[in-house]
């Protein structure tokens, strides 16, 4: 089975709206974490968001929050008031970590996000 | 405060040349992750590493394939004897020691072309 699941089309949102980008994992593991990252055109990897399995509340950074669904194994990104420059990929990811060994990052395959004027 | 820095940004070899790719960490950051994008694909894990040690090469390619990171210098990803299919940008990120919430600083990537 897959780790880390992105199976929406490519997306799209206009601009100043809401959108939400779907990720579902899959861990035996009851310590991971859960990242978000924006890749523009130019290529870059930023990092948007991070949750820890722990976390009893949901992550926020700005207008990026995280909807942390731990029983349904879900941790969706949702972006508000969508900017232009939102237009890139946005890749989930996960960090399975056994006693702080093997903590290499597992992806997804990315979702493409396109934000109409 | 510079990030993790890549070099170069874009190579281009011929078939069987070698590519030697580097990453220099950020400062503070001692352990090192590879990892490989195909086109229209997400980030492959290929190897982690910190000072003079592999911790895990898991996701790498049996051949041709290698990596170091030296006690001083940056890390090096060495592809011997290139092939079309090594065509992908290769990404390096780094951490601290015990990586905290955040963990891993990307660089901005080497994008290999093999002609």
């Known amino acids: 089975a897959q780790k880390i699941t992105q199976t929406q089309p490519g997306m799209f949102v206009q601009e100043k709206e809401a959108v939400t980008l779907d990720c579902t994992y899959d861990t035996s593991d009851p310590s991971y974490g859960l990242f978000w990252y924006k890749q523009p055109s130019s290529g870059e990897m930023i990092f948007l968001i991070y949750q820890g399995s722990y976390d009893q509340q949901n992550a926020t950074e700005g207008r990026y929050s995280l909807n942390f669904q731990k029983a349904r194994k879900s941790a969706n990104l949702v972006i508000s008031a969508s900017q232009l420059g939102d237009s890139a990929m946005y890749f989930c990811a996960m960090r399975e970590s056994a006693n702080g060994a093997n903590s290499k990052l597992t992806f997804g395959k990315g979702i493409t996000l396109s934000v109409r004027p | 405060n510079a990030g993790v820095m890549q070099n170069p940004r874009h190579l281009v070899r011929r078939r069987g040349q070698e590519a030697r790719l580097r990453c220099s960490p950020m400062?503070?950051?001692?352990?090192v992750y590879w990892y490989r994008q195909l086109p229209e694909e997400g980030l492959k894990f290929m190897v982690y590493?910190?000072?003079?040690?592999?911790?895990?090469e898991s996701g790498m390619p049996k051949e041709r394939f290698s990596a170091e990171f030296p006690k001083e210098g940056p890390s090096i990803l060495r592809i011997q004897q290139v092939v079309r299919g090594d065509s992908a940008a290769y990404f390096c990120?780094?951490?601290?020691?015990?990586?905290?919430?955040?963990?891993?600083?990307f660089g901005s990537g080497t994008r290999l072309t093999v002609v």
């Open positions: 990120a780094s951490s601290p020691q015990g990586q905290g919430t955040y963990g891993y600083t």
């Open positions: 590493l910190q000072k003079e040690n592999i911790i895990d």
């Open positions: 400062k503070g950051h001692s352990h």
